[in-house]
């Protein structure tokens, strides 16, 4: 992962640029600390500002519905009723089953269930007329009942011949040929809904914060030049114990220019998420010191040189955010950090 950023520090002072005068830090040099005086060194006061960076992030176009098409039942392919690639309806035939052996259990059920009706019809009225007892009555109701749901399952087996599209969309390449024979669970072919599409991506948990439902993210694709951008509508209530990643997804509707069909499902998108931090300290990334303490600078109190550990918070290539141990106002240098030793005699040359 990678944060890019556009920064504007509110870092306060004045005076020329950050050359260091000559001599400084030579033995006996002008700069130097002893006896011509503190060390003359570039340095800069902290101030609060608004940043704006961005965390650049991999992610995966989708569709916005994907479905495997799988057979329920075993059987032998009679119909197909589609072409690989092209679009189907909601509702429209893709493969259809040998059907004549459950068709006739169907019909067997259906004629068992109109007996039963009929039966159960005769038994009501000779019960009204009291020719039969109520448990007699009972017995032909159960009969109907138990025929009726043969019927429904022998109807439900059959219906399972007709494998169609679930949603319309645009078929996968077919993985079934006619006269073949498909057994229950074998892949037939991928419907997808290609109306519009969706990135998801993964946010480390310690930028969780910036990520909202509406938030505008832009990304890239393989083949395209340009950004695009997509919006946030769905964010994991959850993290990630494994990877302590925050699972994401954005929408976005299909470029008009896309004729050649570069935005596609499972193409990899490099995603960038704004980033906003407003009245935050903004630290130099040259002026941290790197330590088994964590983040530190040399900061000047005193007309003295002291070390000041802080929190270290965002991180973009140009700066770092201070999130606690420093304070708007603190002067921190910049340059020549080999030389200084706490407790050593510097005066900050403030550069802008």
Do not use: H
Request: glycine share 12%.
């Amino acid at each position: 992962m990678l944060l890019v950023a556009g920064l504007s520090f509110g870092f306060v002072g004045c005076g020329g640029g950050d050359k260091t005068a000559p001599g400084a830090g030579a033995p006996g040099g002008a700069g130097a600390a002893g006896a011509m005086g503190p060390a003359k060194l570039p340095a800069i006061v902290l101030g609060a500002s608004t940043a704006k960076s961005a965390l650049v992030i991999p992610g995966t176009v989708l569709a916005e519905q994907d479905v495997q098409v799988r057979a329920e039942i075993s059987g032998k392919v009679t119909q197909i009723g589609f072409r690989e690639g092209e679009p189907v309806k909601a509702g429209q035939l893709l493969v259809g089953l040998d059907e004549s052996e459950l068709k006739a259990l169907w019909q067997s059920a259906d004629a068992a269930l109109s007996l039963a009706k009929s039966r159960e019809r005769r038994a009501k009225e000779d019960f009204q007329s009291q020719a039969v007892s109520r448990n007699e009555y009972e017995e032909a109701e159960a009969a109907l009942s138990t025929a009726a749901a043969a019927a429904a399952l022998a109807k439900a087996r059959l219906d399972k011949c007709r494998i169609v599209a679930p949603f319309a969309g645009a078929a996968g390449l077919r993985a079934v040929d006619q006269g073949g024979m498909l057994q229950a669970g074998a892949p037939i072919t991928t419907v997808q809904d290609l109306r519009s599409f969706r990135v998801e991506f993964s946010v480390p948990e310690n930028q969780a914060s910036f990520v909202r439902q509406g938030l505008r993210v832009r990304f890239t694709v393989a083949g395209r030049d340009d950004t695009l951008s997509a919006t946030v509508f769905a964010v994991d209530p959850g993290v990630d114990p494994g990877t302590r990643l925050l699972r994401v997804r954005a929408r976005t509707a299909p470029p008009r220019n896309d004729a050649r069909g570069v935005l596609r499902p499972g193409a990899y998108a490099r995603v960038e998420l704004p980033l906003s931090q407003a009245n935050a300290l903004w630290v130099p990334a040259q002026a941290v010191v790197g330590s088994a303490r964590g983040a530190q600078v040399w900061r000047i109190r005193g007309g003295v040189a002291e070390l000041a550990i802080f929190q270290a918070g965002t991180r973009t290539p140009e700066s770092v955010e201070a999130v606690k141990g420093l304070a708007a106002g603190d002067t921190i240098l910049i340059s020549g950090l080999m030389q200084v030793k706490p407790a050593m005699p510097v005066q900050p040359r403030l550069v802008r």
